[in-house]
């Protein structure tokens, strides 16, 4: 009994670990756009917890090392679009050589709204865990072509690999006005009932309203960073 008991909570959980909620498409190109080509899919599921994971599924595209190759010396962009944002790009922008170096394998960075289930920027990095040597044992990149580094025959065969880090949307408190707007009135209703007036500064009086204010604009301007030129909506 309690083995077909545990083989239907096995049954019940299945789809959520086999369905994604929804996915991020990713294309890629070596000439702006002007040729593009399919980079595989984002599949985001929702854990136990509540928070996203994704997972890269690649492209089944065995020239990608060669065209990496043959424009080793050029621009390699990433277009991305989300399911749940019809009508919306995202665009990171890298080095074909630093793909080349470590073996096409990509770590894809991105942010999402959890609750909204959003694409907020998309980064896209080589994976130095699987870095190539050059001739002086690390990447040297001082006056050399991507050619002259090292010998990147053997990588330009294959398909695109990787992996995919999630940043959820962080939740910051609001700064309480309300309180702080009922305490002035309060203090003003005081004073013209004739009640001692209170002589301290207005910091020593106020700082904890005023300091969860700063706090706030501080850690807001941390996680909302100005948007540059990668990895942002176009």
């Not at 073996?103 to 709204?113: A, Y």
């Not at 909204?116 to 699987?130: G, R, Y």
């Not at 992996?163 to 707007?181: K, M, N, Q, R, Y």
């Amino acid at each position: 009994m309690s083995n077909l008991l545990l083989n239907f909570a096995w049954l019940l959980l299945l789809p959520v670990a086999c369905f994604a909620e929804w996915t991020v498409n990713l294309e890629y190109s070596l000439n702006g756009f002007t040729n593009s080509y399919d980079l595989g899919v984002i599949e985001m599921r929702r854990a136990f917890d509540g928070n996203f994971t994704g997972t890269f599924k690649p492209a089944k595209d065995k020239n990608f090392g060669q065209r990496l190759l043959d424009a080793q010396d050029g621009t390699y962009s990433v277009r991305a679009k989300s399911s749940s944002q019809p009508g919306q790009t995202f665009l990171t922008t890298s080095d074909p050589c630093l793909f080349l170096h470590s073996n096409l394998f990509h770590v894809f960075w991105i942010s999402i709204s959890q609750d909204k289930q959003e694409l907020h920027t998309i980064t896209v990095f080589p994976d130095t865990v699987a870095w190539r040597n050059d001739e002086d044992g690390k990447y040297n990149s001082l006056g050399k072509s991507c050619s002259e580094k090292s010998s990147l025959a053997a990588t330009s065969s294959g398909s695109p690999k990787g992996i995919v880090h999630v940043v959820g949307e962080s939740t910051l408190p609001t700064p309480d006005t309300a309180s702080f707007v009922q305490k002035l009135e309060r203090e003003k209703r005081a004073k013209q009932h004739g009640a001692d007036a209170d002589n301290r500064s207005f910091i020593a009086k106020y700082w904890m309203y005023i300091v969860p204010v700063v706090l706030f604009a501080v850690i807001s301007s941390a996680v909302n960073p100005e948007a540059g030129a990668e990895g942002q909506a176009q």
